[in-house]
């Protein structure tokens, strides 16, 4: 039995290319499922070959058959900051999508989000921008709601990166990282990728800004180094 393939899109990594780069070109439209929700995934079971989208590690557990999982990480406070100014600019989702987030994102400053949103670990509101993002979705369903600090948290995430992923990326080596990913699954890559939608307003981020952004994602950016350096020992297998 085919696996099914499960990309774990963690907001403002690239995702919308990698799916472009990396999946398109494997499947026909078909048989790509974008993640709605556990119900409606309970529902399609046995309809598509790969899950792509917003979800978590621990979905795999609601797909049939054996799956293989892959993903792409990102500075995380650039991450961050791309994330709240993604959301706050006008225009991005069509009537009534994400108003919430956008009206909270226009009226929080970028320095308070994080307390502002701290409640919302609790519920996987997936999309909603919230401490040490990238360790939550890595970390998964039986972490998602712990503290900014919890280690079991961090400890969770590193090792789903290391034994539960077939492979992984970084966004600063998207070229690199898309070649290993494709050579993991067997897949092809696309030649050319169009260029993915970028946020238009300015980002205007103070000392105060940065210093609660890097307050506030310690968890990612230890994610981040030990994943910088996983990266490097697989080039050189």
Same mark, same amino acid.
């Given at each position: 039995?085919? +696996?099914?393939?499960? &990309?774990?899109?963690?907001?403002?990594?690239?995702?919308?290319?990698?799916?472009?780069? *990396?999946?398109?070109?494997?499947?026909?439209?078909?048989?790509?499922?974008?993640?709605?929700? #556990?119900?409606?995934?309970?529902?399609? !079971?046995? !309809?598509?070959?790969?899950? $792509?989208?917003?979800?978590?590690?621990?979905?795999?557990?609601? $797909?049939?058959?054996?799956?293989?999982? @892959?993903?792409?990480?990102?500075?995380?406070?650039?991450?961050?900051?791309?994330?709240?100014? &993604?959301?706050?600019?006008?225009?991005?989702?069509? +009537?009534?999508?994400?108003?919430?987030?956008?009206?909270?994102?226009?009226?929080?400053?970028?320095?308070?989000?994080?307390?502002?949103?701290?409640?919302?670990?609790?519920?996987?509101?997936g999309t909603w921008l919230i401490d040490n993002m990238?360790?939550?979705?890595?970390?998964?369903?039986?972490?998602? /709601?712990?503290?900014?600090?919890?280690?079991?948290?961090?400890?969770?995430?590193? @090792?789903?990166?290391?034994? !539960?992923? $077939?492979? &992984?990326?970084?966004?600063?080596?998207?070229?690199?990282?898309?070649?290993?990913?494709?050579?993991?699954?067997? /897949? $092809?890559?696309?030649?050319?990728?169009?260029?993915?939608? #970028?946020?238009?307003?300015?980002?205007?981020?103070?000392?105060?800004?940065?210093?609660?952004?890097?307050? /506030?994602? *310690?968890?990612?950016?230890?994610?981040?180094? @030990?994943?910088? #350096?996983? @990266?490097?020992?697989?080039?050189?297998?």
């Open positions: 039995m085919r +696996p099914v393939v499960i &990309f774990t899109h963690i907001p403002k990594v690239a995702g919308t290319s990698l799916v472009r780069k *990396l999946v398109l070109p494997n499947y026909p439209r078909d048989l790509i499922k974008s993640y709605k929700g #556990e119900l409606d995934l309970l529902r399609s !079971r046995g !309809r598509y070959q790969v899950l $792509v989208g917003h979800s978590v590690y621990g979905i795999q557990h609601l $797909v049939t058959g054996p799956v293989k999982m @892959f993903t792409m990480l990102r500075d995380p406070i650039e991450r961050a900051i791309s994330h709240y100014y &993604f959301i706050k600019q006008p225009g991005e989702f069509g +009537p009534g999508r994400n108003l919430e987030q956008k009206r909270t994102n226009r009226e929080v400053q970028l320095a308070e989000i994080f307390e502002y949103n701290k409640h919302r670990k609790f519920r996987l509101a990238q360790t939550r979705y890595l970390a998964g369903y039986s972490h998602y /709601w712990k503290s900014e600090s919890s280690l079991s948290l961090l400890s969770a995430a590193k @090792f789903n990166l290391e034994k !539960r992923y $077939v492979e &992984f990326g970084l966004l600063d080596q998207f070229e690199e990282s898309s070649l290993r990913i494709a050579s993991s699954l067997g /897949w $092809v890559l696309a030649e050319r990728v169009d260029k993915t939608k #970028e946020t238009r307003i300015q980002k205007i981020v103070t000392s105060e800004d940065r210093a609660a952004v890097e307050k /506030w994602n *310690l968890l990612d950016q230890d994610l981040h180094s @030990f994943a910088q #350096e996983l @990266f490097r020992k697989r080039g050189l297998r």
